[in-house]
Nanobody
Framework: QVQLVESGGGLVQPGGSLRLSCAAS????????MNWYRQPPGKERELVAG????????TYADSVKGRFTISRDNVKNTVYLQMNGLKAEDTAVYYC?????????WGQGTQVTVSS
């Protein structure tokens, strides 16, 4: 059974940092790209960052370039999102996603709130 479990969200002040984790199980983790998405209140879900199976290729939304870093540990089957310089507009529920055997599988999400 494919499963993704996010953690690491919380309340942080503007300019602060958080590191999100997504623990994966039930599939060959190192063979697939992983993605982080977010859904701000009242808005559509959007792609934040992606990373290839071997970690050699990453991509970012323009809104987070230079502030967020995606990485993965293929021994721990975990993907991370390091978020620095957080802004109020980064407030959202953050999800990790994998596409496995033609199906998109999502985690349950973790709330990130940026507020003073």
């Amino acid at each position: 059974q494919v499963q993704l479990v996010e953690s690491g969200g919380g309340l942080v002040q503007p300019g602060g940092s958080l590191r999100l984790s997504c623990a994966a199980s039930g599939f060959t983790f190192s063979r697939v790209a992983m993605n982080w998405y977010r859904q701000p209140p009242g808005k559509e879900r959007e792609l934040v960052a992606g990373i290839s199976g071997d970690g050699g290729y990453t991509t970012y939304a323009d809104s987070v370039k230079g502030r967020f870093t995606i990485s993965r540990d293929n021994v721990k089957n975990t993907v991370y999102l390091q978020m620095n310089g957080l802004k109020a507009e980064d407030t959202a529920v953050y999800y990790c996603k994998v596409r496995w055997l033609g199906l998109d599988v999502w985690g349950q999400g973790t709330q990130v709130t940026v507020s003073s």
